[in-house]
């Protein structure tokens, strides 16, 4: 049985032993990451938790291969996050989203501002907690594992030999982390006792809002009255109303559906069936005429409405108008589903694998085009691997290119952590441009994110695990985890105060917000739970691009300016 001892042992350092000890510390991490404490679970996150604690019984791993595999799910778990979040990081920045992140941003700079000012507080330099310690507690508060893995990253690039001083940030880190989610879900309860919230009315909000959103393509029918009008043919009526929309569907006085194209004409008694945005249904009311209730039963007459999947890469990034859907197949489409969220259906509008096209038409046509745009869920599950390393490999580059500011001693870089990630917004955001097909599913994208997140946090794990109890379970280990509670609460009572007394933020909206301002899922998970709508989930999307990048960048700013 020696060949078994000898797999198990401490201190083995065979490929075999690697792997089992990173095999055990993943599953075992994931295992006790769903129990639940108060209801609140840490996830993934126990990974680091289960290799620090083998790491502290003397497990160990040979440094080239844990440097390498640490590195590298860092940059796996990075650029899958840059793919997640590039399509919507630049529309965040529209509308309420500037709002929210703002407060976000606000939010980042009082995390900063409050971890420097404990640092200068505690002696500085001459102080029992170094900055790289002070960094792995900011980063452990807003439980934000992606700044930690830059912060490191970039603490190395400067000094190649600290490594060792680099496994005090995920000290500072693991010390922090648990009271960070905590102190997120501590202040959505203050809020709510603060300012009185009763959650009925913030539901009944909710739901006032949602029916009056000017963002989604909206259906109304209308019943042509006007005599103005008579006679006009579709491409005059564009000329008209300038405004984006799509009738759909014509029902003439004695039953006939069409399909309109460009040539054909709205008479009185005509009953129109029109795509457009909310806010604009008064336009057509009054050019039109009156709003009608109707039911239009597609699947019973000649004209049906389908649904049509892009998985064609010769049409990714094609517009939507070059289709010519009118006089080729005597088709509209009425609006577009990308990534969840309906789009309306305008000319201009560039197609992207993955889209939904709602089509209305004759069978016949829809299969026809269906046929042409692919229309294969099986494509949509094949990864597009060539994307993905040419995104990594550029991010590498981008990563290693000096970039030298006034008053740091040596050139900034994005380094394997900041460089994926801005390659991989830009890609996942305009790489339908290049005709990149950029293109991954949900399941496909979690297994990626979630494959490199444990491999970073095992390696991160067993290689602090060894000096862990020494340095943690003590009178300074309580320092830093009071540090860390203090960097976590108090930005969060700031910025949630200012976006409910000054800016009236829905409750729920609030508590999704910063829950996206600390990148944290579980708190995400109970501000769901007690709203029982999408509102945190809406908020936390708006505020998560932009907010996962300035704390990777800010991580690495800290020790550049610091060093």
Request: charge should be neutral; hydrophobic fraction near 50%.
């Amino acid at each position: 049985m020696e060949w078994l001892i000898d797999l198990f042992k401490p201190h083995s350092l065979t490929l075999a032993s690697t792997i089992l000890l990173y095999s055990f510390v993943i599953f075992a991490g994931i295992y006790l990451g769903k129990i639940k404490f108060f209801g609140v679970s840490l996830g993934v996150t126990f990974v680091l938790f289960v290799g620090i604690i083998l790491g502290h019984f003397g497990y160990e791993v040979d440094g080239n291969v844990l440097h390498f595999l640490r590195e590298f799910g860092l940059i796996l778990f990075i650029f899958s996050i840059g793919m997640q979040v590039g399509p919507g990081f630049f529309s965040s920045f529209k509308e309420g989203g500037i709002q929210m992140n703002m407060l976000a941003m606000l939010g980042i700079a009082l995390n900063v501002g409050i971890m420097i000012t404990i640092y200068f507080l505690q002696g500085g330099s001459e102080g029992d907690t170094s900055i790289s310690q002070m960094v792995g507690i900011m980063s452990g508060a807003v439980t934000n594992t992606p700044g930690l893995g830059a912060a490191q990253q970039t603490f190395l690039q400067v000094n190649p030999d600290g490594y060792d001083v680099s496994q005090q940030m995920s000290m500072g880190y693991a010390a922090a982390y648990p009271l960070g989610v905590v102190g997120i879900i501590l202040t959505m309860i203050l809020l709510k006792v603060i300012f009185k919230i009763n959650p009925d009315k913030e539901v009944a909000e909710i739901e006032t809002d949602k029916k009056a959103s000017m963002l989604a393509p909206h259906k109304a029918t209308f019943k042509v009255t006007n005599e103005m009008i008579n006679g006009l043919n579709m491409q005059k009526m564009h000329t008209l109303i300038s405004i984006n929309y799509v009738i759909s569907r014509i029902e003439k006085p004695d039953g006939r559906i069409i399909i309109p194209t460009s040539k054909d004409e709205l008479e009185v008694g005509d009953i129109a069936l029109v795509i457009c945005s909310v806010q604009d249904e008064e336009i057509f009311e009054r050019f039109i005429g009156p709003k009608i209730e109707k039911t239009w039963e597609m699947e019973k007459g000649p004209v049906v409405s389908r649904r049509i999947l892009v998985t064609r890469t010769e049409y990714n990034g094609v517009k939507l108008g070059s289709l010519r859907l009118h006089s080729a197949y005597q088709l509209n489409v009425t609006r577009v589903n990308r990534a969840g969220v309906d789009l309306l259906a305008s000319p201009n509008l560039r197609l992207q694998m993955g889209d939904r096209l709602t089509v209305v038409g004759k069978l016949d046509d829809i299969h026809n085009l269906a046929q042409k745009l692919g229309n294969s869920m099986k494509r949509l599950n094949e990864p597009n691997l060539i994307t993905m390393f040419i995104g990594i490999f550029l991010g590498i580059l981008v990563g290693s290119i000096p970039l030298q500011f006034p008053g740091m001693s040596v050139p900034m870089k994005l380094g394997l952590a900041g460089g994926p990630l801005v390659v991989a917004i830009l890609i996942s955001a305009y790489g339908h441009k290049f005709h990149l097909v950029t293109y991954t599913n949900s399941s496909a994208n979690l297994l990626l994110r979630e494959i490199g997140i444990c491999l970073f946090l095992a390696s991160v794990g067993i290689a602090a695990g060894k000096d862990f109890a020494a340095t943690v379970f003590n009178a300074r280990g309580l320092t830093w985890v009071g540090y860390g509670f203090i960097i976590t609460v108090v930005p969060l009572i700031v910025v949630g105060i200012i976006a409910r007394a000054k800016y009236k933020m829905n409750y729920f909206a609030i508590c999704g917000m910063i829950s996206g301002n600390y990148t944290d899922p579980p708190a995400l998970a109970y501000g769901n739970k007690i709203a029982g709508n999408d509102a945190p989930a809406v908020a936390y999307s708006t505020v998560y691009p932009l907010t996962m990048f300035m704390r990777v960048i800010a991580a690495q700013l800290i020790i550049l300016c610091f060093l």
